[in-house]
């Protein structure tokens, strides 16, 4: 992202489809705060709801992210780690939540590198609007899926693939769609 780009995040309501109470709730909530902390004492920016609260405090950070959800549950507010460092948990850990972090880099091969060095495997995504980039990157990544300009988005029905940490998957062939 160019200098001065501002990042737009959408604000999703709580409790709406895309963020209802975490499945583990209080203790998910607490797993997704830890990861923002980690990325955030590496040096991420943390954006929530469109707002850099990168600043922000720890107790102030946590009301803004962990969030009630119904009469019982918690959720976690979409959250953007920017320019988050390879090293930090949220890039290296599943989340299972609306946490994403995101790096900047500077070439296709240091893409392909940071995605390969993974124990997981089943999605991948790429985003350009360069074809030939999108291509490489693609061609190159080691999932079961990989996406250009799209993240996972799998419904419960279609086989999810993954080859890294799972050896008995097989890699499902790679499809770049160009409009």
């Not at 880099?105 to 360069?130: N, Q």
């Amino acid at each position: 992202m160019p200098s001065g780009t501002g990042v737009i995040v959408l604000s999703i309501r709580s409790g709406s489809f895309l963020t209802g109470p975490l499945y583990r709730g209080a203790a998910a909530a607490e797993e997704l705060f830890a990861m923002v902390l980690d990325a955030k004492a590496r040096g991420a920016r943390v954006v929530v709801g469109g707002k850099d609260v990168t600043n922000l405090g720890e107790g102030n950070l946590r009301q803004t992210c962990v969030l009630p959800c119904g009469p019982a549950g918690v959720t976690f507010a979409p959250t953007l780690l920017l320019n988050a460092p390879v090293t930090c948990s949220a890039m290296r850990d599943e989340s299972f939540g609306p946490l994403l972090p995101v790096a900047r880099v500077t070439s296709v091969e240091e893409a392909v590198t940071i995605a390969a060095d993974s124990k997981y495997g089943l999605t991948g995504s790429v985003w350009t609007t360069d074809a030939t980039v999108a291509k490489t990157f693609v061609d190159a990544s080691d999932t079961g899926t990989c996406y250009v300009n799209w993240c996972n988005d799998v419904h419960a029905r279609i086989c999810w693939e993954g080859i890294v940490r799972l050896q008995v998957c097989t890699r499902s062939p790679a499809v770049l769609l160009e409009s």
